[in-house]
């Protein structure tokens, strides 16, 4: 498919049905909605001007959580993120208090455990997929989320 072959109207339909998922990871990742917004705005971005050499829902997706994983891991690691902005308390808009306990819950994890849990109980990726996506073997990924998981349910403690 060519790039130019792929309409405006293709591009904001995707882009409107995986926002959320693209704003939570940014979330997830920042703890802060101003940067948040920053690297969503850029992953929609870089999506548009790619959004041709993706083939298939299941394609533009693993892309689209991968962009988000790498731009804000670029924002976390970038000299000024580090040495000049403070990080600001957020948060998470959520329907029930127990959905919003869970969630600052997983923010407390470090941003490798958040981001597989993340994609395995809330995308509902399986390992194989998050080891394709995350480029890590299947191994190494089954034993980062067992580790990822038991760190969550003592953070979460008794909400869970």
Known sequence: MDQHMVSEETVTAIIEKHADMVKRICMLYLKNPADAEDAFQEVFLKFFLNAGSLSGEAHQKAWLCRA??????????????KNVVSIEEMEIPAQTPQEGETMQALLRLPPDDRQLIYLHYYEGYSIPEIAGLLHKNQNTVYT???????????????IL
Do not use: I, P
Not at 69 to 75: A, G, L, Y
């Open 68 to 81: 988000a994983f790498n731009r804000c891991k670029d924002m976390v690691k970038s000299y000024w993120r």
């Open 144 to 158: 980062q989320l067992r580790r990822a998981k038991l760190k969550f349910k003592k953070e979460a403690g008794e």
